[in-house]
T-cell receptor, first 111, second 112 residues
Framework: SQQGEEDPQALSIQEGENATMNCSYKTSINNLQWYRQNSGRGLVHLIL?????REKHSGRLRVTLDTSKKSSSLLITASRAADTASYFC???????????FGTGTRLQVTL | KAGVTQTPRYLIKTRGQQVTLSCSPISGHRSVSWYQQTPGQGLQFLFEYFSETQRNKGNFPGRFSGRQFSNSRSEMNVSTLELGDSALYLC???????????FGSGTRLTVV
C-alpha cells in the first residue's frame, strides 16, 4: 500500500520556471524524504525533513512540511532540463526504518 | 566513495525458477533495504536488514526472502517465480535506517 499521494501526477514547465510538487500522507510520521528517479533507474535522495521541522532548503530545493495537514511540498527553483525526472515523497513512521513511497510526480523541463 | 552496487543489472528468468539478487551497500552502512518497483504498484517495501537481522518486513509472500552477511552485503531470493514478479528491484543502504537512503541502480527482472 502507498502512504503518499502526490500531485500533480505530471508537470511540464520551461527551463527557468519553478516547479512545485505536493505530497499528502495518511499517518503520523517520523520524517519525510524526497527522492528523484531518472528513467526507471535508482533513486537519488534529495532531502529529509523531520516531523518537528517546518521548512528545509538544499540548493535550489525547498521543502515544507505541515504535519497538521499531513502534507509536504517540494519546490525546485529555476528549473533546468537536467531536472527532468520523476520525484517521489517517502515517509518513515515511528521507529520503523522502512519507507512508504508516494505515487510520484513526473516533471518535464523543456528548453 | 563507492555507491550501492547491485548485481546483476538485468535478468530474464522462466516461471517457476528461482532467482538471487545481490546488493553491496556503501561502506559503513549497516541498514540495507529492498524495494520492488512496478508500473502498477509503484515502489513497495520488501524488507530491511540491520546488522544481519531482519528488522522490518513488507507485505510480500514467503517466496520473497533475504539475508544480510556480516560485511553488510545483502541478498534477496525469490522462489517459484511468477509473471507478476517482473519488476525493478532496488536495494538501498543507510547508516542507521533513520536517515536518508542511498539507492543502487537496481536489477531489472523479467519473468517469461
Amino acid at each position: 500500500s502507498q502512504q503518499g499521494e502526490e500531485d500533480p501526477q505530471a508537470l511540464s514547465i520551461q527551463e527557468g520556471e519553478n516547479a512545485t510538487m505536493n505530497c499528502s500522507y495518511k499517518t503520523s510520521i517520523n520524517n519525510l524524504q524526497w527522492y528523484r528517479q531518472n528513467s526507471g533507474r535508482g533513486l537519488v535522495h534529495l532531502i529529509l525533513i523531520r516531523s518537528n521541522e517546518r521548512e528545509k532548503h538544499s540548493g535550489r530545493l525547498r521543502v515544507t512540511l505541515d504535519t497538521s495537514k499531513k502534507s509536504s511540498s517540494l519546490l525546485i527553483t529555476a528549473s533546468r532540463a537536467a531536472d527532468t525526472a520523476s520525484y517521489f515523497c517517502a515517509t518513515a513512521t515511528g521507529t520503523a526504518s522502512k519507507l512508504t513511497f508516494g505515487t510520484g510526480t513526473r516533471l518535464q523541463v523543456t528548453l | 566513495k563507492a555507491g550501492v552496487t547491485q548485481t546483476p543489472r538485468y535478468l530474464i528468468k522462466t516461471r517457476g525458477q528461482q532467482v538471487t539478487l545481490s546488493c553491496s551497500p556503501i561502506s559503513g552502512h549497516r541498514s540495507v533495504s529492498w524495494y520492488q518497483q512496478t508500473p502498477g504498484q509503484g515502489l513497495q517495501f520488501l524488507f530491511e536488514y540491520f546488522s544481519e537481522t531482519q528488522r522490518n518486513k513488507g507485505n510480500f509472500p514467503g517466496r520473497f526472502s533475504g539475508r544480510q552477511f556480516s560485511n553488510s552485503r545483502s541478498e534477496m531470493n525469490v522462489s517459484t517465480l511468477e509473471l507478476g514478479d517482473s519488476a525493478l528491484y532496488l536495494c538501498a543502504s543507510s547508516f542507521s535506517g533513520n536517515d536518508g537512503y542511498t539507492f543502487g541502480s537496481g536489477t531489472r527482472l523479467t519473468v517469461v
